[in-house]
């Protein structure tokens, strides 16, 4: 009789709760405490399990590999780098194993530390490339612990390139990826997804074709979850390749290697590398304009596409997977071309999770990080806390020290003479300091004519955000009221609004007004009697670098500032504003006013000493207006304030 | 320079959150998780420091002592009496200590379970009287165990009386207060806060006021935190009392026991047991009236009222403690004249919060319970997950079986008889229930003329906030939707709202509208159809009493339907609609057909058979709108129902 139904489960009345035992989240089955709403399946799933779930849904993806750069400033760019390309919605990254790197250590070049801040920091999805051959089981189990304590949860499982010309048996040694597939299984059970290289035309050291795929096989019967393939440079070679390997019972998911050809010189080097041929009908096209390199990429592009639309039309690929030489333009291109590059305007949170496995349920963060959100997980690293998916109020967690700022993913990723182009190579007074801020927030050229695309608390442009809030900041700024953090307040926007919309759709979202800055004590003096007017209206932290502290919030309890309602789910509040973390952010935001801008300056020159007599004299202040569905009043106790001080 | 703090606190700038380690509620720093927001101060309070914060701040208080009913049937009128005078805001109450009435047992009128009962049921501050004459101290330690495991807090030590004519001192036994004591501060410490009785005129038995004097003093040395006198005639006598318990050290708070004179009788009786001598000019009012309660009662009012203002004049007296003799109407009379009876419209949680020391802090529950909080805290007793502060997904504790109807606290107030008249003495079929919940929506008396003041899930008349959907639901009940729990819809009124207002001022609260009703398998069939049209919008729980189950909950969240934002809080949710509870819920709200309506009518009788089908072919649905902030849909959900049906 009633058969509409969308889930269906059967309990008798005997019986209690039958039916949620076989259900709900990880996270809600752990704790009987109000749960982590799942926002995003993702953030859960293996990377096996997303792929198939893609599969199925029909919804065509892409990945991306990158390979270790080879000095600090070109990872510093690098990680930009996957940022950027990390919105277009790669399923996953790789990152390659450099054996002659020092792939395993700590230096911030190796293989595995770039794939430990892809995960941790950047928030992707990452596979760590793993060579086995020349190395110790010994060796090779410290390498996979490591990984798997930084929070990687995939292995490329590889052979590598014998070091001699001629390649000998070790025994007892790893001599084939399918021994290092055997190893991971054995020491780390099902921890890992592991992926497995195939060769559309045979590896070029197999016997042959045949004899090669066999090989194949073995490496997924000993458990590897899916393969990603040699790149290759017509799809009926892959398409060839992947009924081949169906045929002997090859039943995993096999992704094929697409590499745009970029340029000239990369093409010949990767060649040679991969003792690939290239066909005539390519050759013929790039010989002749083999110096153009906008042209070689054009076509390099418009072959990739075409290929890729042979590839996906096949109905046989659901996913591409791209060599990117770690460059952007052609491979966002191709994607871009194929619809299959999803800039998402809708985040999950508004801030990005990091895709550690504790930290993916992580739900509150301080406001304070907003701009710094790689120095927020650097400095919470050590917290077990995540794996009840929640931040809380910080007093019991410790943060890390601030001693780390030569920590590449927390310098600046601009060099110091464009820093000095942007916040002056002299200054001259305290007001010269609020031009720089002024500019930063209108966009317009400072007096030497160089924009101000980034300032020590905020390494990017404005965001769009902050643009709502442009006019008001500019006047303040102006005044000596210096702006690091803001947010307007917002009274139930759709959760798909583009500007401050996130979560699932079908929700509203919602922020109280918050405005964090700089400014002297004769302000702030002056600031204090306008804010006891407002009383319980505004909440209000205001500190200096020696710790002074002034507050009016109650009990050091935190202030949500940040929270949205959705269909089905509990209550998300992923942004506030707490006392205790004030503090340990009081250091960071202080400590940058002298590691990035005062060192700029020679020791005991003026520029260098203004910057430290703020440092050491002005107070950091946050104001959150409690009232957000009435007009900001942030703006009137400023004015009120300024008005004061006339 | 800065110098308008309200809270400061220094701290180093190497060192971290030391601010924050000497602050933040007791839950906020037991775990890193999103801490449960403290509301009210009061919940994290010992009595005595309620107390000392009352005296502080000038705020007058009042207290309540009551006895332990003879039968079940004066139990439940007791507890309801609880419910009405606890609106009034008492401090505390007290219950006494009936040595004849095996105090200690789980009887349902013992005084233990009358406090247990009065703490966990009614969320009331309890202090439970104990006596120590005649007991072992095993049995007095047992008490005292089993008290503090119910969650009672404080405990009022007395002697009690001798069982012979004359009182002769057991050797190594209990033969004064002031043993008990010392035995409660001995084996536990400081768990509990301890309460002992003062007697103005002196202890009939002591040798002199003096000695009794001496005797006050050895108790609160031995670890009393406050005194609470004997009855007296007039203020003068409290006051010298007062100043002779200053005057030799006593500097604990000292309450003086208010007696309204209710009857001739009763106050007989109790100067008889008190010893006391009524002062000639009362009995010369009292003697000419005895025979008129009414002016007994007025005259006793009067007299409380002016003595009353005497004490509080005085401005040594902080807090008046009423012994009621179990009534209301003088009591209640005198706080209302005195102006201390405050019945606070705001609340802090929309549903009364438990005052056991682990539910203090809860702060979520599922919405199904509304009407009957009494079964939701019996049925989840057991759960040690309170201390967390939140209640949270249910899919882990289980819920309390529900065979004990007999549990007083869970019955009817009313008789049969008078449930037969509202819920009517015979049935003749489905729509003549329908008609039963009609009127009692209505208000309008049934076709006998009795008004339906109360529903088997409902012990209570219409909440006022669902006034608000009164007519509406008239419609639907009439229709065999019947309703059993709704709530509207509110986008951001302010916490102060007479209605729907909760917590803090200066906040905002929310409300998805839900609707909770039985109805026909063939109206589910319809509404399941009309339901595909609202898809995510309207979220749906739909339950026959044999546990088959149908919904769209996205993975069986709960789903948060009441909240509130407050200034520098995190978002407090303090009801959801939970998918994995509401299968027990669906046990209780099914088993309520027939425990409290079919066992009205005989075996096999047609209006038990009209009641038995129902509880057999309905189903229970419940319904919530996510789009709160637009017109609450689901009565056109229930109206396109009904025209489908057409």
Redesign the interface.
Known sequence: ??N??????????S???????S???ES??D?????T??LDADRHERLREKMRRRQDSGDKWFSLEFFPPRTANAAVNLISRFDRMGAGGPLFIDVTWHPAGDPGSDKETSSMIIANTAVNYCGLETILHMTCCNQTKDDITGHLQKAKRLGLKNIMALRGDPVGEEWEEEVEGFNYAVDLVKHIRSEFDDYFDICVAGYPKGHPEAENYEADLRHLKEKVFAGADFIITQLFFRSETFLKFMKDCQAIGITCPIIPGIFPIQGYHSLRQLVKLSKLEVPQEIKDVIEPIKDNDAAIRNYGVELAVSMCRELLDSGMVHGLHFYTLNREVATTEVLKRLGIWKEDPRRPLPWAVSAHPKRRVED?RPIFWASRPKSYIYRTQE?D?FP????????????GELKDYYLFYLKSKSPREELLKMWGEELTSEESVFEVFTCYITGEPNKNGHKVTCMPWNDDPLATETNLLKEQLEKVNRRGILTINSQPNI??KPSTDPIVGWGPS?G?V?QKAYLEFFTS?EI??AL??V??KYE??V?YH?VN????????????????VT?G???????I?PT?VD???F??W??EA?ALWIEQWAKLYEEESPSRMIIQYIHDNY?LVNL?D????LENCLWQVVDDTFELLN
């Open positions: 009789m009633v509409e139904t969308q889930h269906t489960c059967s309990a008798s009345s019986s209690k709760s039958d039916c949620g035992s259900s709900g989240s809600s089955k704790s009987s405490r109000c749960s709403p799942v509150v917290w806390d009840n998916g929640r931040w809380g109020n910080s007093s019991s967690p410790a943060f009274n139930g079908g509203y919602f004590s702030v003096t204090l009697k804010l006891k319980l209206r909440n205001i670098v020696k710790g002074q502290n002034i507050t009016n919030a109650p009990d050091l309890q935190p202030n949500a929270w309602i959705f269909p089905g789910r509990e209550i509040q506030v006392p205790v973390s503090l340990s009081k250091d202080f107070y959150v409690n009232d957000f569905p």
